[in-house]
């Protein structure tokens, strides 16, 4: 009976958010350069959080590839605008925005992650930011081969939480039964480098084992990918990628929702005890908080999938 109990915690919490919501869609021009916007319907823009992404290969692969994933993040009440790779640009809107919506969070995924940096260190109000398989490839679009001799990473100002979310898939190559090589290990972020260097970050990492860098993208480009360069789930059907996609908003929803919560709870009370200090994952999904105010810390039971670092 506890079982399903359990399970049923689970699996309403899954779905919560599972319903499509109404949105819209439209454009934001800067001198012929198009930024488009995708946000829920009927909520005003001042108690939207607004989740600015950075697509792969430094924000150059168009929005339409991620629809899937956009969608997703939709359900869960954000604001998503998807810029480009003219930094500038980016800049601009950032300016724009920062008293539109309730909160701004950068998204990036793979080198997206680059240009998220080049534009947010002005940005004072940003404090979170959120990478999927970040990729710093700076050096090498530098075009500066004395860069390649120093261990330096792109200098970070602000920022106070991150997130990052790594498909295992795509850092892991094999031999048998035939060679594979791992798609992101040259250019990969290295993480321990990062805390070193930034210690005012906090950091949380979590790593979905069985999925790859590709499986983000629409299921079109993610088997396109899964078959030549870059390895993803095994299990190609749409409703597997569509799983993955929720999962994968739900994590960046309680990241910022939680951290929202903690400044609040901060700024009010100096000493006070939580009431939900263990969180149990099991298989994956979150059971509902244990109390348990002698510690603060993560169980994480049976996850074969997705892990918690």
């Not at 594979?180 to 979590?206: H, Q, R, T, W």
């Amino acid at each position: 009976m506890k079982i399903f109990c359990l399970l049923g915690l689970a699996i309403t919490y899954a779905n919560s958010f599972l319903l499509n919501v109404p949105i819209t869609s439209y454009k934001r021009n800067y001198d012929n350069n198009i930024i488009k916007v995708y946000e829920p319907k009927n909520i005003p823009l001042n108690e939207l959080r607004c989740l600015v992404f950075y697509t792969g290969a430094n924000s150059i692969i168009p929005a339409d590839i991620y629809s899937n994933f956009i969608r997703t993040l939709n359900n869960y009440n954000f604001s998503v605008n998807v810029v480009n790779n003219r930094n500038e640009i980016t800049t601009e809107l950032l300016y724009d925005i920062r008293d539109i919506y309730k909160e701004i969070i950068p998204v990036s995924h793979s080198s997206g992650y680059v240009n998220i940096i080049k534009t947010i260190n002005k940005q004072k109000n940003i404090k979170k930011a959120v990478f999927l398989d970040p990729v710093d490839n700076s050096k090498l679009i530098n075009n500066n081969i004395l860069d390649f001799l120093t261990d330096s990473q792109l200098e970070i100002k602000n920022l106070e939480n991150v997130l990052i979310l790594n498909a295992e898939k795509s850092y892991k190559g094999s031999i048998f039964p035939k060679i594979e090589i791992p798609f992101i290990p040259v250019f990969g972020l290295n993480l321990k480098k990062f805390e070193k260097d930034n210690p005012n970050i906090a950091v949380s990492k979590i790593v979905a084992n069985d999925y790859g860098h590709s499986d983000v993208l629409d299921i079109l480009w993610s088997d396109l990918m899964h078959v030549t360069l870059s390895k993803g789930n095994p299990n190609r059907e749409q409703s597997q990628m569509d799983e993955y996609h929720n999962w994968l908003a739900q994590e960046i929803y309680k990241f910022i929702v939680n951290n929202e919560e903690s400044d609040s709870q901060s700024d009010s009370q100096s000493d006070s005890q939580s009431d939900s200090c263990v969180k149990i994952i099991e298989n994956g999904r979150p059971i509902e908080p244990h109390v348990d105010c002698e510690s603060d810390s993560i169980i994480i039971t049976e996850t074969p999938d997705i892990i918690g670092i």
